[in-house]
């Protein structure tokens, strides 16, 4: 072996690491928001959240992936640590998938259907399908199935750059002598653990020994505590994306490493047990790629066997290793940057958390408006409260998204970025008019100043449209309803309308002597702000309606919707301003 067969590995290496997480991204797109929803469904108790483990490991193909994810989700409030470890075990068993794909290279038959299945003669035709479907297709779910075709084509490249590589050990009197190091157990871990820990994959180094038994030099006696090993150095990734988070993300990392250690532990008892009462011959024998897929899967599903009815207790050691840290205050994490790990989940946790923020909109909203008509000081501390937390999701929100946008997305994904920027843009200007409304109500109460009971009769519908309008604007963005999106723009034209009426005939009032200038203006400013609410309620239904329908411009929908054509538009105008009126009796 000379300096080229290394320049040879380390290349095999780097294409297999591109490879693997080229195939992860394509995966994760064509599951989109899945993931999140699936987050929710399936974390309800010990077993649904194996079950998600394993079904998200097999997805992103990385459980070192996962479990940076996990901290993130700890570290977010959006999950607990029992949840996590939960997903941890069942992550443990998802990551043996990847050792079964590798273990195709090893197959050796003459018969032509058999050496089909070998990677090295299917690889080149799903790359080149891959990049038919890149360069053809406009349908973005296609292009993501092309890119994880050409992700497991330079996998499984790199796979066979590695094993031919380390086939010159075979022969190499000097590779022999460093073997007789692996005979000690305790070596194998030491080796797996390092290894591992060093390119923060254990799908990588599961295949670099999976290339390295192709020599025929490594039995299983020896890749046993190897694989035990490589299962400990993955939790590096853990261990790295928990500095800096608050305790219970912490707790993750550490149960995560426990977990592993454990089984360890327990297996590399019994592994000293039987080797030193009984002579087994499987454990001098070569192993193959198969042999040691079968090992990986055997310490993975009995590690999580046995220690899965231990979880409560699993979850009292992590409490034990991280204690609470009383002098120390946790800032509350509104999303943790280690999502952007995963893009689609990332999205569909922005899209929850701006539905938080949208609440608290409507909560100060309807809160203030209240004010006009009696004044509290402990709910205006509230609401003042709120302002400032709504200011915090726009800030976080807006800066998490960005950073979000700069990755490499689907369509679909970039599109609901662009919407889920928008919308807290609005949500967080209607959270500024809601505080405006209630400066207005302080100022009242302070100086005494009322409306006139012409005024008072008018705001009250106008309220009540534009509650009703905020209503149906966050129902379209939590439940994606656009059918009903297309009801808020004739309503808005209403309450546009209205406002226009109702401030003239309070103009009307000002020259008739029927209220002050103070009050007027006072009147003029809430008129203003109520309408700019209805407005940012119209931009983020049109927006919805903009990503399902790819784009339209906003000009362009208005126009289309107040066309005399639109008999749609014109008869829920007209059944709006029924309802809504205005008009003196």
């Not at 469904?41 to 997805?59: D, F, H, Q, R």
């Not at 992550?91 to 090295?120: M, R």
């Not at 919308?423 to 207005?440: F, M, N, P, V």
């Not at 309450?495 to 401030?503: E, F, T, W």
Request: include cysteine; aromatic fraction near 8%.
């Amino acid at each position: 072996m000379d300096i080229f067969n290394i320049f040879t590995l380390l290349g095999g290496l780097a294409f297999f690491l591109y490879g693997m997480t080229v195939m992860s991204g394509g995966l994760e797109k064509v599951a989109g928001g899945k993931m999140e929803q699936l987050l929710r469904e399936m974390t309800s108790n010990p077993i649904k959240s194996l079950v998600l483990g394993m079904g998200i490991t097999v997805i992103v193909q990385s459980s070192s992936a996962v479990t940076v994810m996990l901290v993130g989700l700890v570290n977010s409030g959006i999950m607990n640590l029992t949840q996590a470890i939960g997903v941890i075990m069942g992550s443990n068993v998802g990551t043996t998938v990847t050792a079964w794909i590798l273990s195709l290279s090893g197959i050796e038959s003459d018969n032509i259907f058999v050496q089909l299945l070998k990677p090295e003669s299917f690889s080149p035709l799903l790359a080149l399908a891959g990049v038919i479907m890149m360069m053809a297709s406009k349908k973005s779910k296609t292009k993501n199935v092309g890119t994880i075709l050409i992700g497991f084509a330079i996998l499984m490249f790199g796979m066979e750059l590695m094993k031919n590589a380390m086939s010159p050990l075979a022969d190499m009197p000097e590779f022999t002598n460093i073997l007789t190091a692996f005979s000690n157990p305790l070596f194998g871990i030491l080796i797996g653990t390092v290894v591992t820990a060093v390119i923060q994959s254990s799908a990588a180094s599961v295949g670099i020994l999976q290339a390295l038994s192709l020599t025929g030099s490594i039995s299983y006696g020896m890749a046993f505590p190897i694989i035990m090993g490589q299962n400990i150095g993955t939790c590096i990734s853990a261990v790295l994306s928990a500095i800096g988070v608050n305790t219970n993300a912490r707790r993750v990392a550490a149960a995560h490493i426990m977990f592993n250690i454990l089984g360890t532990i327990i297996f590399m008892i019994g592994f000293q047990i039987v080797t030193s009462f009984w002579v087994i011959p499987l454990f001098s024998k070569s192993i193959n790629p198969f042999g040691i897929a079968v090992l990986h899967s055997i310490f993975n599903l009995a590690t999580t066997a046995m220690l899965f009815p231990f979880t409560k207790q699993l979850e009292k050691i992590a409490v034990f290793m991280v204690k609470d840290d009383k002098d120390a205050k946790e800032k509350e994490v509104i999303i943790d940057e280690r999502l952007l790990l995963s893009p689609s989940f990332a999205i569909g946790e922005c899209a929850r958390l701006t539905a938080e923020m949208a609440k608290i909109v409507e909560y100060n909203f309807l809160n203030s408006t209240k004010m006009l008509k009696s004044y509290h000081q402990r709910s205006a501390e509230h609401i003042a409260e709120n302002e400032l937390q709504i200011d915090t999701y726009e800030d976080k929100l807006g800066s998490f998204l960005l950073k979000l946008s700069a990755r490499q997305l689907s369509d679909e994904d970039s599109n609901r970025i662009t919407q889920l920027l928008l919308t807290i843009g609005d949500y967080e200007r209607i959270g500024d008019h809601a505080s405006y409304i209630l400066k207005i109500a302080e100022t009242m109460h302070e100086k005494k100043q009322k409306f006139s009971p012409e005024a008072i009769e008018e705001l009250k519908v106008i309220v009540h449209a534009v509650s009703e309008i905020f209503r149906m604007t966050l129902e379209v963005f939590t439940g994606d309803n656009v059918i009903l999106a297309q009801e808020v723009e004739p309503l808005e034209q209403v309450i546009k309308k209205n406002i226009r009426k109702v401030k003239s005939r309070h103009v009307k009032r000002l020259k008739d002597g029927l209220c002050s200038v103070d009050v007027s203006f006072m009147f003029s400013d809430l008129m203003n702000d109520l309408r700019r609410i209805a407005a940012h309620c119209s931009n983020i239904a049109t927006c919805a309606i903009q990503i399902k329908e790819s784009s339209m411009e906003k000009h362009e929908y208005s126009h289309r919707t107040k066309s005399l054509e639109n008999t749609d538009f014109t008869n829920k105008y007209e059944s709006y301003k029924s309802i809504y009126s205005v008009s003196k009796n």
